[in-house]
Structure formats: structure tokens, C-alpha cells
């Protein structure tokens, strides 16, 4: 009993600490080691998030997919990249009731909203947007995202899972109710 009083009192001193500025979240940064991405709605919700934070996202790896999305998501003076980063930008799809990969006209041109214009610029000069992943990395990826300067002042490492099938449903509910405007909720539903 006299330990579970203790540890709310801690909890109510970090909160109060916390509602005063004493603690920002925007010390952390986001690390993106490996991320295959998801469904846009996911990452659009995600990066929203981050930006209001404050914090500072560190490319550290792969950033695939919907992940590609913190390039326009994120302020730019808020987001660099390693060494190690490399992006992957493709069409954006939706399985159809075989689990095959369809592409989402819709979808596809939210992301390419959604990205920065000289982003857009180096997938059109590559390709554009289709079925294959286009890889960005060393200089071309240096002229979008700035290198880090430093090194994290503490990690929140970020990594996609595969997601079972049953999950896929409830994840896709999920997305679709976070984001209002219909064309928009089926886009965010595409990966």
C-alpha cells in the first residue's frame, strides 16, 4: 500500500512538473531505424503528432513507403539524416480481396501532395511514383534532407511490424475514423 502511495505521488509530481514546462517533450528526438511503413493515415497521424512536439526526427536507416511522408510533414529544420538513411518512394496500393497490391490513384496523389516540391522534383527526374520502390540516398538525399549534427539527445527508435491479417481490419478502421474528409479516409487506408 505505502509503495502504490508512493508511486502516485510521483506520478502526480512528474504530471504537475510536466503541465509547468519543467519537462518538454520536444528534448527527445524521433530516430526512424528501420521503417518499412504502413497505411498513410498512420503516418499522417504520427507525424502530426511529432510536429507539434517539437521534436527533432534522425533518419538513421531505412524509412520506407508512408514513412517517406515526414519529408512534408515535418518542418525541414526539424529533420536530418545519416550516413546510414536511405528513403524509398513507390505508389501508393491497397490489397484487393486476394491480398494482391492495387494501386490507389486516389492515394497516390495525397503522397504526392503531401511531399515538398523538390522531393517531388527528384521522384519525377527517377520515375515517379509507380509500382517499384525508387531509392534515395548519399547526395541525392543530402541535397533534401539536411545531415545530423549531432548526435540524439535521447532515442525513440521507430519500427513497422508486419501486421497480421486480422489486425489489418481494425488498423484500417482506425485510420479511416481519424481523418474526416471521405476521400481522404480512403486514402489514408492505402499503404
Request: aromatic share 4%.
Amino acid at each position: 500500500m505505502r509503495g502504490a502511495a508512493l508511486a502516485f505521488g510521483v506520478a502526480v509530481s512528474l504530471g504537475v512538473a510536466m503541465s509547468a514546462g519543467a519537462v518538454t517533450p520536444a528534448a527527445a528526438d524521433v530516430v526512424i531505424g528501420s521503417d518499412r511503413g504502413g497505411m498513410i493515415g498512420d503516418y499522417v497521424a504520427r507525424y502530426q503528432r511529432v510536429r507539434q512536439s517539437g521534436e527533432r526526427v534522425v533518419i538513421d536507416g531505412t524509412c520506407l513507403s508512408a514513412c517517406t511522408l515526414v519529408l512534408g510533414m515535418v518542418p525541414r529544420d526539424r529533420v536530418c539524416a545519416t550516413r546510414n538513411a536511405a528513403l524509398g518512394f513507390h505508389a501508393a496500393w491497397n490489397p484487393d480481396a486476394a491480398g494482391n497490391q492495387v494501386t490507389s490513384p486516389v492515394a497516390t496523389r495525397l503522397l504526392w501532395s503531401l511531399y515538398p516540391a523538390h522531393v517531388r522534383q527528384w521522384i519525377a527526374r527517377n520515375g515517379g511514383l509507380t509500382h517499384r520502390m525508387l531509392m534515395m540516398r548519399g547526395r541525392a538525399l543530402a541535397a533534401v534532407v539536411p545531415p545530423c549534427d549531432g548526435a540524439p539527445q535521447r532515442a525513440i527508435v521507430t519500427a513497422r511490424r508486419a501486421v497480421a491479417a486480422p489486425g489489418q481490419a481494425r488498423a484500417y478502421r482506425r485510420a479511416a475514423t481519424a481523418i474526416t474528409v471521405p476521400i481522404i479516409a480512403d486514402a489514408a487506408m492505402a499503404r
